[in-house]
């Protein structure tokens, strides 16, 4: 497994990156089956440190933690303790996951993301375009899984949203988080 350890404005000692390797190496061995890499990245936010690790498995899933605290050793072990968790929570479906879908990998699409710029509120006058101003461009995936997977990829990954090609209807889907705390489910297949 490929570690990629870094700090931003940080230097990052031999001691904290072989403490990480080691810690989320058992992590991961004990949870995951066949991890491709990891990449941790330690910042800081005035007097907190703060840490957030990606890990990608080769089955095309990803997990992904952050922790806080004033000691960047503590900041890794909670980021780490929380990486445990979703692994553990996830291990059974992990494992069904990988078998269900034997040797074969999920197939990634590939896509572009754009970041736009708001919409200017502050004066009363009509905009010139209904364009928006694209302030970035950047390559996307687009994983090609079924919707529990695609569930249990949102909640590894934390992330609010996930667009995902559906293996069962082969249309594009969204799984996101809804303020109430369940997760919504767009299938424009099924519109009448």
């Not at 990245?41 to 605290?69: D, M, P, W, Y």
Request: one cysteine or more; a negative charge.
């Amino acid at each position: 497994m490929r570690y990629q350890i870094s700090g931003k404005q940080l230097d990052i000692g031999a001691a904290l990156q072989t403490h990480v390797k080691s810690e989320l190496g058992e992590v991961i061995a004990k949870y995951a089956e066949r991890p491709t890499d990891a990449n941790v990245v330690f910042s800081r936010n005035g007097a907190e440190f703060i840490c957030e690790t990606v890990v990608h498995l080769s089955t095309g899933l990803t997990a992904q933690a952050k922790g806080r605290a004033h000691e960047i050793y503590e900041a890794f072990d909670k980021c780490n303790e929380k990486m445990e968790k979703q692994l553990r929570r996830y291990k059974r479906r992990l494992k069904d996951h990988h078998k269900q879908r034997g040797e074969r990998p999920v197939e990634l699409l590939a896509a572009s993301s754009y970041i736009l710029a708001p919409g200017d509120d502050s004066d009363e006058t009509e905009p010139e375009s209904l364009q928006p101003m694209v302030i970035a461009e950047m390559e996307a995936t687009i994983p090609s899984i079924t919707v529990g997977e695609a569930v249990m990829q949102l909640e590894l990954a934390g992330a609010p949203a996930l667009v995902f090609r559906n293996e069962g209807s082969d249309g594009i889907n969204v799984v996101y988080r809804r303020e109430d705390g369940n997760i919504g489910w767009v299938d424009p297949r099924n519109v009448k």
